[in-house]
């Protein structure tokens, strides 16, 4: 029996209850918790390690204001990264290839970056809807477009992260397919599809 090629996005269901909470909560059961004691194993050093460094590295470009969010996007990009690469693996799902799952996060946050903006530095906030040397007959014009884009800005990310991780789902699918199919007839065509396969795959692992 064939199945559509996007059934691979639909939540899995058991006894028609959608398993999209588990998958996305099931990630954070495979991170150690550290212990109480004072020294921890090699797995846990290596993993507070890493991400002391990824946290250095993402709050560089920061001030010090700004380094009180550290644990929300520490662990926003751990999670996002662990269900993405999760979801390369054979017979999985991948939760991010659900449009409500990134508008949930996406409306959120940016909707607390423009309240937050407003409220610390309103000056600075109202400025970027209006270039600089803006003539004065495009001044109405100008802030009506930069507003709406402003506020479609969550929309068109959120959309443009879903299909990139579809698209690429779809194509490993499709040429993983493809190489099953050639394989017994063309093994030389084959083993070239094979080939793209694996570095699509290095792809869609950046991607991740």
């Known amino acids: ?116 903006g407003m409220r610390n530095q309103p000056t600075v906030a109202l400025g970027h809807l209006l270039p600089e040397g803006t003539p004065i007959p495009l001044i109405p014009v100008l802030i009506i477009i930069e507003t709406i884009s402003l506020f479609i800005r969550p929309l068109a990310l959120g959309v443009r992260l879903t299909a990139n991780l579809t698209a690429g789902h779809l194509l490993i699918q499709l040429i993983a397919t493809a190489v099953f199919v050639l394989l017994p007839m063309m093994p030389t065509v084959a083993i070239l599809t094979a080939t793209v396969l694996f570095l699509l795959t290095l792809l869609e692992v950046a991607v991740a």
């Open 1 to 116: 029996m064939m199945v559509s090629f996007f059934d691979q996005f639909a939540s899995p269901l058991h006894l028609g209850i959608p398993l999209i909470a588990i998958a996305i909560t099931l990630p954070w059961v495979l991170y150690p918790t550290p212990s109480s004691r004072w020294i921890n194993n090699r797995l846990i050093t290596v993993q507070g390690w890493l991400i002391n460094r990824f946290t250095n590295q993402l709050m560089l470009p920061l001030n010090m204001g700004g380094h009180k969010w550290a644990l929300l996007l520490v662990s926003l990009m751990v999670f996002l990264i662990t269900i993405n690469m999760l979801g390369l693996l054979p017979y999985t799902f991948t939760p991010t290839t659900q449009l409500s799952l990134n508008m949930g996060f996406a409306v959120p946050l940016w909707l607390a970056t423009v309240i937050i």
